[in-house]
């Protein structure tokens, strides 16, 4: 079973950047799905941004036009750059993998949007 982990999570202001990072533990090039998903406090978990079969991208409509999810296969890695951050984005991100009929997910980073 492919292993995911997540960093670069930590506090930023309010309009600024950060980019996580999912190292997953073999290649990623066959995975079905591959992406990030986050919860915030009190809220269910929401996808925030997914490659589908490895080419088409899926980004949640909150985050759209200040998310980009991108993948480094010969690293085995895929990476969310956020930008614009608002408090609203606060919550710990997970990274997540599908195949084979299996849910794989990470240990989270958190992420907090605060001044």
């Known amino acids: 079973q492919v292993q995911l982990v997540e960093s670069g999570g930590g506090l930023v202001q309010p309009g600024g950047s950060l980019r996580l990072s999912c190292a997953a533990s073999?290649?990623?090039?066959?995975?079905?799905?591959m992406g990030w998903y986050r919860q915030a406090p009190g809220k269910e978990r929401e996808l925030v941004a997914r490659?589908?079969?490895?080419?088409?991208?899926d980004y949640a409509d909150s985050v759209t036009g200040r998310c980009s999810i991108a993948r480094d296969n010969a690293k085995n890695t895929v990476y969310l750059q956020m930008n614009d951050l608002k408090a609203e984005d606060t919550a710990v991100y997970y990274c997540?993998?599908?195949?084979?009929?299996?849910?794989?997910w990470g240990q989270g980073t958190q992420v907090t949007v605060s001044s």
């Open positions: 490659f589908i079969n490895g080419g088409r991208t």
């Open positions: 073999r290649s990623i090039s066959s995975l079905n799905y």
């Open positions: 997540n993998a599908y195949y084979n009929a299996l849910t794989v």
